[in-house]
């Protein structure tokens, strides 16, 4: 275990806000470093036991133990499309692990022609690595890119699976299309199959598994302890990250409305923010903070911590602590973490733990300083 730091919040008066108001001043924070020396991590899963199972984007699954000792990789990944944004990503248990020892995790899956796509998979998590791996979703259509893979995975409390994709950059257009999985979220059962509730089951016009549509690149996912709703976030172009309720049938707007522009500067389409029949995002952030990961804190150890959204913020290397009413954020602190956040997890110790997307990739725990 290493030493920790105490890291000074930051005081925001930028338009991070749809209605432009200042935010708060945050606190202190205190993080202390768990392990260090991963390739560019992407996500964070806890073990029964207290260790922790971390992905690496190059394709390496490796376990993480209390005392910060990494593991070599695990046997039996699959391979992957590393390279770009691409690579071995999200990893979560079975929610019945303890029966089954089974993970689920995605990747970006090389595909025939040079083309690849998200992909999920589940397995056995051995002594050894991974056992009876069975591949039970892949997005298609198959596409020739390395960017906007999406790919966070979060287990209802029914047992659904929902899975966020992103619109793999170059096939924008076709997050407002029903007939692919570009720019969705979809919603699948532990074996892939489509399980009762899912608006488009059973029409022939569109894929069973889908959510909800017109999404960009959503990177954070997560359930809301109270209401049971899907919460996601999604990089926006140039500015335009947003926050949304993930609710069936519901279409997020991309690319047809955003708060941000093209990377050149030009509006996106006519440059509208908002028609009729498409949904307002519940946060967004204008300049963009390129967020991933997100985590509900809901333990007892920090009070004034319970209830609140926590989100990595890779551009500005942050986290991001979103102070919420119901469905509406009221106030935003940033802690200053100085590299790029790229997961968020709640510990069964009820600290956060962060994962850093750097070639000496780390773990971090924090907690309110004092």
């Known amino acids: 275990m290493r030493g920790s730091i105490l890291l000074a919040g930051l005081l925001l008066t930028a338009c991070t806000r749809g ?8 606190g202190a924070l205190q993080v202390t470093e768990v392990a260090r020396g991963l390739e560019h991590p992407w996500a964070l899963a806890f073990l029964p036991d207290g260790r922790m199972l971390v992905t690496e984007k190059p394709g390496r ?20 499309a590393a390279g770009g944004q691409g690579g071995l990503l999200d990893v979560v248990l079975d929610p019945q692990f303890a029966q089954t ?13 040079g083309r690849n796509g998200t992909a999920v998979a ?34 209802a409390p029914d047992g659904a699976l929902f899975v966020t994709l992103g619109e793999r950059y170059s096939g924008m257009e076709q997050a407002q299309s029903l007939d692919g999985h570009l720019g969705k979220v979809i919603r699948i059962d532990r074996e892939g199959g489509v399980p009762a509730g899912n608006p488009y089951a059973g029409r022939k016009d569109a894929g069973p598994e889908i959510w909800s549509y017109g999404h960009r690149n959503p990177q954070g996912a997560a359930m809301h302890p109270q209401t049971g709703r899907l919460w996601t976030h999604e990089h926006g172009p140039r500015g335009g990250d947003e926050i949304n309720v993930a609710q069936p049938g519901r ?15 030009l509006k996106i389409g006519k440059g509208e923010q908002q028609r009729p029949g498409m949904e307002q995002p ?20 920090f009070k004034a911590w ?3 959204l926590f989100v990595g913020s890779l551009k500005f290397g942050q986290l991001v602590r979103l102070q919420l009413d119901g469905e509406k954020v009221k106030q935003e602190e940033r802690y200053d973490i100085k590299a790029r956040v790229r997961d968020v997890r ?7 733990y962060l994962v850093t997307d750097e070639n000496e990739g780390r773990i971090l725990r924090v907690s309110p300083g004092t």
């Open 251 to 265: 279409n997020y707007g991309w690319p047809v409305i955003t708060y941000g522009t093209d990377y050149s500067g």
């Open 346 to 352: 709640q510990g069964p110790d009820g600290y956060l």
């Open 306 to 308: 319970q209830g609140n």
């Open 61 to 80: 699954l490796r376990v993480v133990d209390a005392k910060g000792a990494v593991s070599a990789p695990l046997a039996g990944v699959p391979a992957v």
């Open 101 to 113: 020892q089974r993970i689920y995790f995605s990747y970006s899956e090389p595909r025939e022609q």
């Open 122 to 155: 589940h397995a056995r998590l051995g002594d050894k690595g991974l056992e009876q791996l069975r591949v039970i979703f892949r997005q298609q259509p198959s596409v020739d890119s390395k960017n906007h893979y999406g790919s966070r995975l979060v287990f």
């Open 282 to 301: 519940l946060h967004y952030w204008v300049p963009s903070i390129a967020p991933s990961g997100m985590a509900f804190y809901t333990a007892d150890r």
């Open 19 to 26: 209605d432009g108001a200042p935010v708060a001043p945050a």
